[in-house]
C-alpha cells in the first residue's frame, strides 16, 4: 500500500532532550516536507527536500535539522527541545520535484514538550 | 513568509446547503490547492488550480483561481455530513522558493 509513515505517533518529552521523528515514503517520491500544525495558525512549513541531499528551509525551521540522505526517508530533528516545539507534525512527499503536486500527507506525530 | 488570510473561520450550515470559502493573499500566487483534513487523519488533496481564471471540479466541489492571482475560492454544492472537516487553501508565491503557505482553515460544521 503506497503511503507516508511517521513514527512515533504521540511524544512526551522534556525540554532540551535531543528526539527525532521519522518519515518514511514507500512511493519513490522525490518531494518531501515537513509541516507544523498548531491550534488557529493551521499549517506551516518547516523544511523540505525536492531530491537526496537537497533540503531547504520553510517558513519556520528554527529549532529544527533535516536530512535526506535517502530517498525515502527524511527524519526531522529536534536537537533541545523547547515547549513552543508541542505541536502536531506532518510528514509529506510528493513524485516529482514540486510542492504543488499533490502531497500525500503522513498520519501526523502530536509531539508535546514539558 | 506569505500569508494567506482564509475565510470564514468556521461554519455552521444545514445539511443540503451549499457552502462558500475564500483565501486571499497579498502577494501573486502561481498555484492554489484546496485540501481537506479529517480528525486524526493528514490533509488530503481536493482540487489544484495552476493558471489565474481556472474554474475546477472534483465532484460537488468547484474551486477558481482568481483572475488577480491573488485569490481563490472553493464551493461545494448540496452539503452532506461528510463534508464535515476542516478545509484548507494553500499556494505557491510567484518568485519563491518551492514552499508551500497554507491558509489557517475553514472549519465545517453540518447540522442534520
Known amino acids: 500500500e503506497a503511503q507516508v509513515t511517521q513514527n512515533p505517533r504521540y511524544l512526551i518529552t522534556v525540554t532540551g532532550k535531543k528526539l527525532t521523528v521519522t518519515c518514511s515514503q514507500n512511493?519513490?517520491?522525490?518531494?518531501m516536507s515537513w509541516y507544523r500544525q498548531d491550534p488557529g495558525l493551521g499549517l506551516r512549513q518547516i523544511y523540505y527536500?525536492?531530491?537526496?541531499?537537497?533540503?531547504d528551509k520553510g517558513d519556520v525551521p528554527e529549532g529544527y535539522k533535516v536530512s535526506r540522505k535517502e530517498k525515502r526517508n527524511f527524519p526531522l530533528i529536534l536537537e533541545s527541545p523547547s515547549p513552543n516545539q508541542t505541536s502536531l507534525y506532518f510528514c509529506a512527499s510528493s513524485f516529482a520535484g514540486r510542492s504543488t503536486d499533490t502531497q500525500y500527507f503522513g498520519p501526523g506525530t502530536r509531539l508535546t514538550v514539558l | 513568509g506569505q500569508q494567506l488570510n482564509q475565510s470564514p473561520q468556521s461554519m455552521f450550515i444545514q445539511e443540503g446547503e451549499d457552502v462558500s470559502m475564500n483565501c486571499t493573499s497579498s502577494?501573486?500566487?502561481?498555484?492554489w490547492l484546496w485540501y481537506k483534513q479529517e480528525p486524526g487523519e493528514g490533509p488530503v488533496l481536493l482540487i489544484a488550480?495552476?493558471?489565474?481564471?481556472e474554474l475546477t471540479s472534483n465532484g460537488r466541489l468547484t474551486a477558481q483561481f482568481g483572475i488577480t492571482r491573488k485569490d481563490s475560492f472553493l464551493n461545494i454544492s448540496a452539503s452532506i455530513p461528510s463534508d464535515v472537516g476542516i478545509y484548507f487553501c494553500?499556494?505557491?508565491?510567484?518568485?519563491?522558493?518551492?514552499?508551500?503557505?497554507f491558509g489557517k482553515g475553514t472549519h465545517l460544521i453540518i447540522q442534520p
Open positions: 512511493m519513490n517520491h522525490e518531494y
Open positions: 494553500a499556494g505557491q508565491a510567484e518568485g519563491g522558493a518551492d514552499g508551500l503557505t
Open positions: 488550480l495552476y493558471k489565474a481564471g
Open positions: 502577494s501573486i500566487f502561481n498555484t
Open positions: 527536500s525536492m531530491n537526496v541531499e537537497v533540503t
